[in-house]
């Protein structure tokens, strides 16, 4: 399990545990949190079944899994229409039979827990009463703790402690109150992070050559290198164009470590990002006349970026491209696993401009294939 845990994939926000958590003798909420998103990737075929009396199948824990995530998101809601309690109702109600079903039996008190019997019959009168749970919970609590008393009292000289905390406190409620006032939040241009690599048309295939040969370079970087004339030839095609008839005039391509996206999401493609390799999974929207021809996630489509480059050309505006690798669903008839889709690495590989993709997202594999990956839809 820690070797699972270990594999899981970066992503924005979600806290990452590189050696593991078994050895973690207390968790923090955060840390809590970070896992219950995913723990169903990780429990996915863990272990092979037995029929050892009340042994607990696999497939039975995964499902538990599901039911919980699925509840917790209903759970989170800010505002109910009656129709959304009784819909928690249910969900808490399948997610509880088969939790005492599973676990009861493990149980020195046969599950009799407080906490468990006020959150199956107490919890949907108590939204109905008093509004949604996120107010009156003891995370909220938690947080008001740490944001209203620990972290000013860090920031005190540990002389008349609470008129510096409130202090603290009255100049940050001024300062958000003004963000509140901003104007909404609009798209800003690309923005670059480091540049890893230049070089020009003239002698693009000797330097191409020469990076696929440093033995340093992650494979995805090495595969972005070895596709990247190919795509370019085929993105310029597209625009009528030919690659042969630029050879002649300057042509500059950066290779960017990381871009900022317009809504402001990092897309990042480098060998190393804090000491490992990062390669973003992303979410592209297909054009309504292309939505058939595709199949989609709502409309939506998966790739890996193994590239993110800026093309430089006389008198023309510059290109800001990613070379992407498409992932596609394994099955057209079983496309969701756990309700997430299940993809699989394709070999069509394209150059797509930036602007293009909608977001980044989280994609992890499957510990039991090779080339199985699910997009986590629990990043609550």
Known sequence: MNRRVKLIPRYKDLKSFPNGFLHLTLLTASEYR?????????????????????????????????????????????????????????????????????????????LQFPKLHSWVFHICSSIREFGAINGYTTETYESLHKDYVK???????????????????????????????????????????????????????????????????????????????????????????????????????HIYGGVTLKFGSIMRATNKFHKKPIFSNIAVEMNADEIFEYTSDNGVCFAQVLLITEIIMNYEEPMHLALVQWYDFTSSVNPYLYECPLLEKTNIFNLIEI??????????????????????KFLF
């Not at 001024?174 to 002698?203: A, M, R």
């Not at 295939?205 to 990076?211: D, G, K, N, P, S």
Request: aromatic share 12%; glycine share 0%.
């Open 34 to 110: 970070s896992l219950m998103k995913i723990m169903i990737f990780i429990v996915d075929e863990f272990y092979e079944d037995s029929g050892s009396p009340n042994f607990i199948k696999n497939n039975k824990i995964t499902e538990v899994y599901l039911k919980w995530n699925k509840m917790y998101l209903l759970s989170r809601k800010e505002n109910y229409e009656e129709s959304d309690v009784t819909l928690l109702q249910e969900s808490i109600n399948e997610w509880t039979k088969l939790f005492i079903e599973l676990f009861k039996e493990h149980s020195k008190s046969e």
């Open 151 to 253: 972290k000013p009292y860090k920031l005190t000289n540990k002389k008349e402690i609470e008129k510096q905390i409130m202090k603290i406190i009255r100049r940050k409620a001024i300062i958000t109150e003004s963000f509140s006032k901003e104007i909404p939040k609009t798209p800003i241009t690309l923005k670059y992070s480091k540049k890893l690599y230049e070089f020009c048309i003239q002698n693009a295939e000797i330097y191409i050559q020469t990076r696929m040969n440093d033995p340093d370079l992650e494979k995805e970087m090495k595969l972005g290198f070895e596709k990247f004339l190919e795509c370019l030839d085929a993105y310029l095609d597209f625009y009528d164009r030919k690659l042969s008839e630029h050879e002649e005039i300057d042509m500059i391509f």
């Open 355 to 376: 602007e293009a993709i909608n977001d980044i997202i989280h994609i992890i594999p499957r510990f039991i294939d090779n080339n199985e990956f699910l997009v986590n």
